[in-house]
């Protein structure tokens, strides 16, 4: 069942057959049954963990006890946490020659060590979408400023706002006025921002308290705030960068289709509402974008005929 | 006591359902929308068990840049199948929002 | 029947629909939705599980379902870029007529 990925839709080729399905669902069945009757069984009231918050809470630095559970007690889950997404973020780093992953040159360009926020000439906008964002985005980035302070005693915290400001992103990209560039020594500096805040503080509090990540109790309000304001920028980055190589990166592996490289290349505007007229000035990079890609043998011919349609 | 349980019931119903209809539907787009709505749910039962910063972060990044994610990659899976159709000779186009 | 139990059950019965459809759904997108639903179940049974104590819930639970919620975003986004460049790879070898 696992042997190879379907792509197509309603193809039952290799369906497990009625007789295995219902087999199957017998199994889970009876499993989430022994599941449930643990659980009813089970006793999880006596837990001193909420107890151990409270009376520690005013010691924390803040009054909301998840953000004080998530920045102080357990703040290296958190250090961690961050870590991950950086991770993450460089497996889908836009440019990185991994295997056969070509970064197309979209109209504006995707240069290395361009601007990380860049307008796009003769952008096919979405007309509804670029007025409702002039007051949009700024209405989100002052709630995600709000999410972000209140976080100390109200629901609220760092991976909120960066969520909230990811959101507002996402929805300036499909605008198609804007575009972004992950490259830029600026987005590298968001992307890393976080994680490098907060090892920073961990490793700065070991010297007054001599514990790693071990805040000194009148320090811990402060400190909570620098690290959780330079987490979100850095959340917020590595969430766009996450929408973004989804939304505008193309594989090429080989180029013999040549259909192949013109119905990509549309894809390489933002997702904006039209992409007819930009996707003709595309033809021209992605004949100049076989180049690199890995099987070198027949680009050659075929750099003609895209060029060809594409005049 | 009563009317609390009756809309947790309603909800759980809701998530179930919407559990149930994600995976069986023969669409993708369709199933795509149904797990956003999906994560929606699970925001109200967030807001019902008395975890409003998990609510909050469930509808921003779990139903919505999830969401965003998965209409990303539908599109990207649906550019490339039509290059092959040299029969029917159809661009892509990906306007026409519906499958069928 | 108590909240908690109600919400309890539901993850549990989430659970077997993720794991049902992971098994059983042939695309690969389906396949990580159902992936997705396994995890949102796992933080639901968390979730009930924190709103037991009478008073205040849980905020350890609640922490540690937040830092779930970010990581499951980070893997299914990855899990989505790796699908798709298996589409593009699958591309490129159904031509040369496997």
């Known amino acids: 069942m696992f042997q190879t990925a379907e792509f197509q839709e309603n193809n039952h080729a290799n369906e497990i057959p009625v007789v295995g399905r219902i087999l199957c669902a017998i199994a889970i069945g009876a499993l989430s049954l022994g599941l449930i009757v643990v659980l009813m069984f089970t006793d999880n009231s006596s837990s001193m963990l909420p107890s151990l918050v409270q009376d520690k809470l005013t010691q924390s630095g803040v009054d909301n006890p998840v953000t004080a559970v998530l920045l102080n007690f357990r703040s290296y889950d958190t250090l961690l946490e961050i870590g991950v997404l950086l991770i993450v973020a460089v497996a889908m780093l836009p440019g990185v020659p991994v295997g056969s992953v070509v970064n197309r040159d979209m109209p504006g360009g995707n240069r290395p060590s361009g601007r990380l926020v860049s307008i796009v000439p003769n952008a096919q906008v979405n007309p509804v979408l670029e007025a409702i964002l002039r007051w949009l985005v700024p209405m989100i980035i002052v709630m995600a400023g709000y999410m972000l302070w209140t976080g100390a005693s109200l629901p609220g915290g760092a991976f909120q706002s960066g969520a909230l400001l990811a959101g507002a992103g996402v929805l300036v990209q499909l605008s198609g006025r804007i575009q972004f560039c992950f490259t ?60 973004n190589s989804l939304a505008t990166q193309t594989f090429e592996m080989s180029p013999e289709p040549s259909a192949l490289n013109e119905e990509p290349s549309a894809l390489n505007e933002e997702p904006s509402a039209s992409n007819e007229e930009p996707s003709a000035s595309n033809e021209e990079p992605s004949a100049l974008d076989e180049e690199p890609s890995a099987l070198d043998e027949e680009p050659s011919a075929l750099d003609e005929e895209p060029s060809a349609l594409g005049k | ?74 599109r990207q899976l649906r550019i490339e199948p039509a290059d092959r159709d040299a029969d029917t000779g159809s661009k892509s186009g990906g306007h026409n929002v519906s499958n069928r | ?89 699958g591309q490129a070898s159904d031509s040369d007529g496997r």
């Open chain 1, 184 to 243: 830029s020594t600026m987005a590298k500096l968001l992307l890393t921002i976080g994680l490098i805040t907060f090892v920073i503080v961990a490793v700065g509090v070991a010297a007054i308290t001599g514990v790693i990540l071990q805040y000194p109790v009148t320090l811990a309000s402060p400190l909570i705030l620098v690290i959780e304001g330079a987490a979100t920028l850095s959340i917020a980055a590595i969430l766009l960068l996450l929408y």
């Open chain 2, 1 to 74: 006591m009563g009317f609390d349980l009756f809309l947790d019931s309603c909800i759980v119903i809701g998530i179930l359902t919407l559990a149930c209809l994600c995976l069986a539907t023969k669409n993708l787009f369709t199933a795509i929308i149904l797990f956003i709505s999906l994560g929606l749910f699970v925001t109200i039962a967030w807001v019902r068990l008395d975890a409003p910063d998990l609510a909050i972060a469930e509808a921003a990044i779990g139903a919505g840049l999830t969401g965003a994610l998965l209409l990303a990659t539908w």
């Open chain 3, 1 to 89: 029947m108590t909240q908690d139990l109600l919400y309890t059950i539901a993850s549990i019965a989430l659970f077997g629909i993720g794991l049902f459809g992971l098994i059983v759904v042939r695309h690969i997108i389906r396949k990580i939705l159902a992936i997705n639903m396994m995890g949102v179940s796992v933080f639901m049974l968390l979730v009930a599980s924190a709103s037991n104590v009478d008073g205040a819930a849980d905020p350890v639970l609640h922490a540690m379902v937040l830092t779930g919620i970010v990581v499951a975003i980070a893997g299914t986004a990855l899990s989505l870029f790796l699908a798709s460049k298996i589409h593009s790879l």
